[in-house]
């Protein structure tokens, strides 16, 4: 087993990771000091599949273990879902002391999260991500949130989990678009801070997409690291933390633009990645090879890098709707080269327009 901490003060947690974890994490849990009755919050897919391993393992430990499943999907990630919770969990009678587990991936973690922020002014929660894009992400840095009608993740709270468990195992039964979706997060934590890094996945991009157990745990955990290392410098985003949203900007508009239904979160993201270095090869802050590099490897994972049809005037007004608006001007954070990221504020609508017409 592997394990990263995320130092921050009193409210620093480990990331515990390898294979087997879930059948053993309620003892773990145990050692972590939190009240006897605990929640689950999982989606019914999910808790079909990996449930009853949490259950026995928490229930072997001692504990008294509730589910509570709620919709799976990106469209149930809402406050009305949250009420749910909350109704589910005073019915139970949950106290202060009592945790919460998310058991799946990302929509989970974040609502979990949400709900453990704000129920009775904040319980304990522990993060159990079943996809790669949550074990390297959304489970890890405490941004929790619902989404609003008007845009995506608006109603939240940096809040942070006791514990992250991430067991490699439940990566066999997730679909191989939801692999590749990690695997650009994966590919991001390279580009914007260890170049070694970018040049590992360059190695070994095949292996990591067919799930090779080695590369796998050195791919996780070198994400986790860097994002349990930003995190811990700059938790509530005043600018280092930042540079974890490369590709991000223009990735959510895209999202937004087509409704959530055309592409995952991932998927967006490494267009938004390729239209990101574009941008810092077109503002002279990076070479031509490091641009191709970056093109190359999205589209070596076998995730696109390019979007058709794309209404130029429609993604600049939806980028600032974005949460990235500082002062009425759009931050990008561009690449000085793979592996070194900078947040840019005056990058004129001109340049973007050229970029997204390329
Ligand atoms: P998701 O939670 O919707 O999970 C994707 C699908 O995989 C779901 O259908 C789920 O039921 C299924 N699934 C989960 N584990 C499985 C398994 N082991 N086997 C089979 N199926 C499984 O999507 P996601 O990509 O994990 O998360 C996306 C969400 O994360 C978005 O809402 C995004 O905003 C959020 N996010 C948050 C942060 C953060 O820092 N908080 C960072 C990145 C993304
Ligand atoms: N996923 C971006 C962040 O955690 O800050």
């Known amino acids: 087993m592997e394990v990263v901490n995320v130092g921050l003060g009193e409210r620093s947690y480990s990331i515990y990771m390898g294979k087997g974890l879930l059948p053993e994490c309620g003892n773990r849990i145990k050692n972590i000091k939190t009240g006897k009755k605990i929640v689950v919050i999982t989606n019914p897919a999910v808790n079909k599949l990996y449930g009853d391993t949490l259950k026995n393992s928490l229930t072997g430990a001692g504990f008294i273990v509730n589910f509570v499943e709620i919709p799976d999907g990106e469209e ?139 590369i ?34 223009i990735g959510h508009a895209i999202e937004s633009l087509t409704n959530y239904k055309k592409y995952r979160h991932g998927e967006a993201v490494a267009i938004g990645m390729v239209y990101a270095a574009r941008l810092s090869l077109e503002s002279g802050f990076c070479s031509n090879k490091d641009y191709d590099r970056v093109v190359n490897l999205i589209n070596a994972a076998g995730l696109p890098t390019a979007i058709s ?9 939806s980028l ?22 900078e947040i840019y504020s005056d990058i004129s609508h001109e340049l973007i327009r050229k970029v997204l017409s390329h």
């Open 309 to 317: 049809g794309l209404n130029t005037n429609a993604v600049i007004d």
């Open 216 to 249: 796998l745990i050195h791919s996780i955990k070198r994400s986790c690291e860097i994002k349990a290392d930003v995190v811990s410098k700059d938790e509530r985003e005043t600018d280092l933390r930042a540079i974890l949203n490369f590709g991000h900007t």
């Open 76 to 214: 149930y990630k809402t406050i009305n879902t949250a009420v749910k919770i909350y109704d589910r969990l005073i019915d139970i009678k949950m106290e202060r002391e009592s945790p919460l587990i998310a058991l799946s991936g990302g929509v989970t973690g974040d609502i979990t999260g949400f709900v453990a922020a704000t129920y009775l002014r904040g319980v304990p929660y522990i993060q159990i991500p079943t996809t790669l894009l949550a074990q390297v992400d959304s489970s890890i840095g405490g941004k929790t949130a619902v989404n609003h009608p008007r845009g995506k993740n608006l109603i939240g709270a940096f809040y942070q989990p006791k514990a992250v468990f991430i067991d490699i195992d439940t990566l066999r039964t997730l679909p191989k678009e939801e692999i590749l979706c990690g695997i650009a997060e994966i590919i991001k934590y390279g580009i914007i801070r260890d170049r070694d890094f970018f040049e590992y996945l360059e190695d070994n991009i095949k292996k990591l997409i067919n799930l090779n157990e080695d």
């Open 320 to 341: 600032y709707l974005d949460k990235k608006v500082k002062e009425e001007k759009i931050r990008f954070i561009l690449m000085n080269g793979i592996g070194s990221t």
